[in-house]
């Protein structure tokens, strides 16, 4: 399926893992834990509902869990957030 308008969720797709990436470069908190959170939230909707989409083409084609939930740095107490 084609995508209308690609590169505009190249762009902000882009900006949201670029801002990822620097969340998960700062030092350990609950306000860094709850960035986390919602970024993993917006992420996987977006994978949800592009997934009839080139998600490589999209740079979405990755385990979020991977990246996020379960990224060393971040200390994340699955009781505290219903997971």
Known sequence: ???E??????DIIYD???DLEDT???EDSEF????LLAYN?????????LKGYDLKALKLDFDIDE????NKIVRLDKEDYNF
């Open 24 to 26: 998960i470069k700062e």
């Open 16 to 18: 949201i893992l670029e």
């Open 5 to 10: 308008n690609e590169s505009v969720f190249k």
């Open 41 to 49: 939230e917006i992420l996987s909707n977006m994978q949800r509902r």
């Open 67 to 70: 990246k996020i939930l379960k």
């Open 32 to 35: 860094k834990q709850g960035k």
């Open 1 to 3: 399926m084609e995508l």
